[in-house]
């Protein structure tokens, strides 16, 4: 079964950088999308970010977008989240997610079928 290993997160003070790293154990998705969501206690998991199968097109929610880039090298099933300027609202646990439905850099929760395991965001004020 095909998974996804999500590292980088961790403890961090307001205004820092974390870099979150996503990779697949097989090449399964070298032609569909990739993207990020995270869920914070008592919340519905929300859409942050997407990448297009090769990586030229990207979605961003609003509450991330200038401060968070996602990036995907073309055709891999690798993805990567550059979190900068973090605030404690970002606190959360954050998961990678890629699609069997598209290659198009899709907000959609429902067109992604296959999740890591999350990891843990925490920022402190």
């Known amino acids: 079964q095909v998974r996804l290993v999500e590292s980088g997160g961790g403890l961090v003070q307001a205004g820092a950088s974390l870099r979150l790293s996503c990779a697949a154990s097989?090449?399964?998705?070298?032609?569909?999308?990739m993207g990020w969501f995270r869920q914070a206690p008592g919340t519905e998991r929300e859409f942050i970010a997407a990448s297009s199968w090769d990586g030229t097109n990207t979605n961003y929610a609003s509450s991330v977008k200038g401060r968070f880039a996602i990036s995907r090298r073309s055709g891999e099933s690798t993805v990567y989240l550059q979190m900068n300027n973090l605030k404690p609202e970002d606190t959360a646990v954050y998961y990678c997610?890629?699609?069997?439905?598209?290659?198009?850099?899709?907000?959609?929760?429902?067109?992604?079928?296959?999740w890591g395991q999350g990891t843990q965001v925490t920022v402190s004020s």
């Open positions: 097989e090449r399964t998705f070298d032609a569909y999308a």
């Open positions: 997610a890629a699609s069997t439905f598209t290659g198009t850099a899709t907000t959609l929760r429902a067109h992604y079928s296959v």
